[in-house]
Every structure is written in C-alpha cells, then in structure tokens.
C-alpha cells in the first residue's frame, strides 16, 4: 500500500501544470534527438542541462528522463525507414524493420516498434517502482568494503557485457579508471596528473569527455560516410498491422520487456545489448529463423521493446546506489547533483518527492510519447529532409555550446575536442568507448572505498571477508572473472556475442 | 600496422604516462594507502594490455588482416574531412571567448559548408548566418545559456 499512496503523491507532483509541460518538452526532444542521426540521448540531455538551472530538481529530472526515454523511442523510425539507426540501440531494428519498409510495411513496423516500446517502457517503470526502494534500503547498510564489492563487481560485468570481448574493454576501463584519478586527491589533497593547469585540479569534466566520445567521434565517423540517404514515405492509414503481425509481436514484446529489463540493470552499452539479445532470442525461438533478415515483424518487436524496458531499469542502479549504468544516465547524476540532490541509497527516503514525482512522469511520458509517434510520425520524418551537410555543423555547434554551458569554459571545450578526436581513433580500432566513461565515473568512488575500508581494518584485505555481502560479492566478481577469462579466449562465441561484434 | 596493434601502443603509451607520474606520488602504507598506489596499479595493468595486444595484433595480422591493412592513400583520403573539422572546431575554441558566440559560430558554421560540405559561397553564407543568428537567439534567448559576448557585445 505504502507504493500505492506514494505513487499517488508522485502524480500529484507530476501532474502540476509545469511538470507535464516539462514531461511533454523532454519527450518530445528526446524523438527528435532519436529521429535524427549523429545525436543521441546524450548530446540531448547535456544541451537541455543549462535550460534545467532555473527549474527545480523533480522538474530538471522529469524533462532530462523524458529526452533519454524519448530518444529510445525516436530511434527506431529512422532504423525502419532509411536503414540509418537515430541511435546506437535501433541498429538491430534495421535489419528487418527496413526490410518491412522495402515490401510496404514500414508503418504496420512502426506501429509495432511504438506499441512495443510503451509496452517495455510502462512494464520497466513498474519495476522500477518496486525494486529501486528496496534496493536502496538494502544498500543502507553498505559500508565502505560493501560498496568496493559492488563496483568491482560492476567491473567485471562492464568487461564482459560490452560490445568488444572482455581482453578488448578492459583496457578502456583502466583508460578511463586512470582518467578518473585526474586532480586533487580526496584523502590526501595531493595533486595527480594536473602539471599545474588550475583547471584538472577538480578533475577532468564528465560532460566534455562523453560529449566528445560519443557526440563529436562519431560525426567525425559520420563524416567519412556517404551523406546520401532514401526516405521513403508512410501514411497514416498504412500504419495499421494485420491480425497476423499483431498476433506475432505478442510474444516477442513480452520477451522483450523482460530480456531489456535484467540486461538494463547491468552496466554499459545496456540498451544496446538488450535488443540484439532480444532479436538473437527471438531468432532462436522462431519456427522459421531463416525468414528472419527479410523483414519479420518478430526483429522489430523485441528489440524494440527490450532496449526501452533497459532505459526504465538502467535508472534502478542510478537512483538507488549512486552507480550509473551508461553515459546518459552518468549525466543525468551530474544534472541532480547540480541541484543539490545525490543519487544513491539515501535519495529516495530523503527526497520522495523527486523520485515518486520522476516515477508517475514517467507513465506520463509513455502516453505522450506514443501519441507523438505514431499519428504524428510524418513531422519528425521531415526532420530527415534536412542534409546531413548541413545537419553535423549544427550537431557539433550543439556539442560545443551543451559543453561550454555547464561551466562556461573553453578548457572544457578543448577536453570535449580531444576526446572527440579519441574517441574517432578508438571506433576506428573497434574498441568501445562506453566503458572508459563509465568506469571515470565510478572509478573515483570505488577508490575512495577501496582507500577507506584498508584504513578502517589498519590495512588488513581479511575485511572483504568479513560481512556475507561483501564475500558473496567478490565471490560473484571472481567467478565473472574466470568466466570471462575462459569466455575470452575459447575459440567459439554465442550467436548474440557474434551479431554484436558484426553489429559494430 | 593492425588495428589492435595501433591500440596496443595507445595502452602502452598511456600506461608509461601514468606510471612515471605515479611513482612521483606518495605511495604510504597498507593501512593508509597513498594517492599514489591506484594510478600505479592501472599504469601496470596498462602496459600488460598494451603488451598483450602487442603480441596477439601482431599474430592476427600476419594471418588474416590483408582487407585490414589500407592502402596509405586510402587512409589518407578517409581522414582528410575528419582532420578538417577537427582543425576549424580547435579554431573555434581558440577564438570562441575573444570573437563572442555570434561571430564565432557564424564564421564556424560558414568554413564548414564552405569547406567540409561544398556549399556554393552565397549558400554557405546566407545558411552560416541564419543557422549562427538562430542558434544565438534559441540559446541565450530561450534557454539562458551563458554565451560569451566577445565583439558584438551580444
């Protein structure tokens, strides 16, 4: 009952005239953001951050969730209709979702992939709902060896669930764990790696260094491309599935919702791993998997669902320890913390309203994000008339400003540029840059655990043994390693592990 | 050279980095252990990928990475837009604070058609001016973004 009255106050905070304006707004630039290629989430959420300062901080988060959870939803239209996935987790969605489009059907698949998405996103949020409380009780009792038992596990998942083989992310973690240690020492107050520029002394910014990995490498990736694209047109009353696909996708969304919302608990590329799981498990249940390529309604249902259930469960780790589980997440962390509100296991008992407020917006956002996706689909197609020759100039205008807001620093800019040019070299190399970021958020945490916990036990390791937690943690982190190890070198791979790596 | 080769001395060069300014910071002891003792341990964990990579890039590379190995033109040709936009983007920040948004951005945007996208002058004109008048009024406007003024005072 405690959920229900507590949901009931969520909407109250929800409904209030400025939070639905503000639900609608994220919603409605997280489609755009996902309809148009080159800007994801990300880029989204940071350029919206400075727009959140005068706000409040359950109305910056209702609109930042709205454009991550839009995004998903905008993604999949550019997928279906042009064969170019609006965002990394529709690129699975191409493959028979275009197909579909090539025999007439791209609207029966956008119907699917919307209906689909606000299924897996409305499913997702009700465990969120029920599962990050409780979460976050659990994790009051985590001291400083605890939470070095859950980081290291974290680890050792983003190395195996990333889009490279476990020996290809590792490396990128200990890149981004090493940038993480950039500045002033929290115990000591030493200076690390800053040669004396006053602006590494807080560290190296969150934003600049994703913005730049993520937004500026791949329109440098984009650019080496041909600019040339096909849309093709749907109307509205082709957007109507027959009995048989609306039969068919029962199943997969189901699946889906399920597949995307454990995959989403886990860090790193979650939403993009969810759905080409969804799509390998979908092929293996199929009574024909050949057909599947040629344009099946089952390879846009479940993926579509599944990486929408994964943006509502990504935000479980992120609002109930503290850990978020991909950059658009991370950078939501950053946009609360600008508001004076800490993620972690004290967010929701000490701010209920922002969470239950978040929670009901969210419910609110599925039903808005369904209307503006299916009757008005055509008025984010326009969007795709526009060049891309002249769409990456203002892409990477949108990059530098959404940087240069937070802080208003042209070092930052610089940061941005560099890791941009990185990241190009490292897409280049087929490495992911997703776990460098993530593991130069956490990094700094999991130091200062590691730090702590020796000082309290006067150096002795025998305290990460001590409490049930912590030994069944590193217990798990262990056995994930060996797995890994084995999984790294054995010559064959899961068909999911080897679409994936295609996929890249 | 292989792409994981190419990777493998990125993780030895950064891993060299980070381990010749860790050992410069206090290391303590076990029991209050010195900001020094986390970058070194990822240093060394650097240099073993790098190496790693080194070796295995190197074996895969003799046995299969024929379509891998571009020709030198080729790569040339591929990164000469990247390179491009990199250059102009790092002309914008240097300018950015002193120019102010306005001029900065419209200069930005009329190099990049210019330039990068092959616009006719006029075209890269008329767009340069509307996309940087546009994007000034939506940002400092709309959402309140502190821009910096620099020669317009806007």
């Known amino acids: 009952m405690d ?70 939803y905008g993604g999949s239209t550019t997928s279906i209709l042009m064969n170019v996935p609006g965002e990394s987790a529709s690129v699975v969605t191409c493959i ?52 070095f038992a859950v980081l290291l596990v974290a680890f050792v998942l983003l190395g195996s669930l990333g889009s490279g083989s476990f020996f290809r992310t590792m490396p990128m973690v200990f890149i981004g764990l090493l940038v993480g240690t950039i500045g002033m020492d929290p115990l000591t107050g030493s200076l690390r790696f800053t040669h004396n520029v006053p602006d590494l002394y807080d560290g190296i910014g969150l934003l600049p260094v994703a913005m730049g990995a993520m937004g500026v490498g791949e329109i440098l990736i984009a650019t080496e491309e041909s600019l040339l694209r096909i849309i093709h047109k749907v109307k509205l009353r082709e957007l109507l599935p027959t009995r048989d696909e609306l039969r068919a996708s029962w199943g997969p969304i189901f699946r889906g919702s399920g597949i995307g919302f454990v995959i989403g608990l886990l860090p790193g590329s979650a939403h993009v791993l969810s759905s080409f799981v969804s ?98 689909v055509g008025i984010f197609i326009s ?39 990185l990241g190009y070299f490292i897409r280049k190399m087929k490495y992911d840059m997703a776990p460098l970021i993530l593991a130069m958020i956490i990094g700094p945490t999991m130091e200062l655990s590691l730090r702590q916990a020796l000082m309290r036990s006067d150096g002795s390791f025998s305290i990460f043994w001590e409490s049930p937690i912590t030994m069944i943690l590193i217990g798990v982190s262990l056995l994930l390693l060996v797995w890994n190890v084995y999984r790294g070198i054995r010559p064959t791979k899961a068909s999911w592990e080897k679409a994936l790596e295609e996929g890249k | 050279m292989t792409k994981d080769r190419a990777a493998s001395i990125l993780f030895f060069l950064t891993g060299i980095y980070g381990f010749y300014f860790s050992v410069q910071l206090p290391m303590g002891r076990w029991n209050e252990p010195g900001p020094g003792v986390f970058p070194i341990t990822l240093s060394i964990l650097l ?35 990247p390179l491009k936009i990199v250059g102009i983007t790092a002309l914008l920040i240097v300018v950015f604070n002193r120019a102010g948004y306005l001029v900065a951005s419209t200069l930005y945007i009329f190099i990049l058609l210019f330039w990068v996208s092959r616009y006719r002058i006029v075209v890269s004109l008329l767009l340069a001016l509307s996309i940087g008048i546009g994007s000034w009024y939506f940002f400092q406007k709309i959402l309140s973004v502190q821009l910096p003024k620099g020669l317009l005072f806007m």
């Open chain 2, 47 to 81: 240099l073993i990928s790098g190496i790693a990579w080194f070796i295995v890039g190197k074996r895969g590379g003799a046995e299969k990475n024929q379509a891998e190995k571009a020709s030198r033109r080729d790569v040339v040709k591929a990164l000469a837009t």
């Open chain 1, 383 to 421: 969007l795709l008339r526009i060049p891309f020759r002249i769409l990456f100039p203002v892409i990477l205008l949108i990059c530098l400003v959404g940087t240069y807001s937070v802080n208003t620093s042209t070092f930052e800019l610089a940061v941005l540029l560099l890791f941009g040019v």
């Open chain 1, 279 to 376: 799509y390998m498990a979908e092929k293996r249940l199929a009574k024909r998997p050949e057909e599947f390529g040629s344009g099946r309604i089952e390879g846009v249902a479940g993926p579509e669902t599944a990486n929408n259930a994964a943006s509502g469960s990504a935000m479980i780790p992120f609002l109930s320890l503290g850990i978020p589980t991909g950059p658009a997440p991370a950078v939501m962390m950053i946009a609360l913390l600008i508001h004076g509100i800490a993620p972690g296991p004290l967010f929701i008992s000490k701010n209920p309203h922002v969470f239950w407020g978040l929670i009901a917006s969210m419910y609110l956002g599925n039903v808005m994000l369904i209307i503006l996706n299916l009757p008005l």
């Open chain 1, 96 to 147: 028979d979702g275009y197909q579909m489009t090539l025999k007439g059907r791209g609207g029966a698949a956008l119907f699917i992939s919307a209906w689909g998405s606000f299924l897996g996103g409305t499913l997702s949020i009700i465990g969120l709902m029920l599962l990050a409380p409780t979460l976050a009780d659990f994790a009051m009792k985590f001291g400083p060896p605890e939470m």
């Open chain 1, 3 to 72: 959920v229900f009255s507590n949901l009931a106050q969520g909407f109250q905070t929800a409904l209030s005239l400025q939070n639905v304006y503000l639900c609608f707004i994220g919603c409605l630039w997280g489609t755009m953001v996902g309809v148009l290629p080159g800007i994801g989430p990300l880029a989204g959420i940071t350029l919206l951050i400075p727009a959140t300062f005068g706000l409040d901080a359950t109305g910056a988060i209702i609109m930042l969730a709205g454009i991550y959870y839009g995004a998903m």
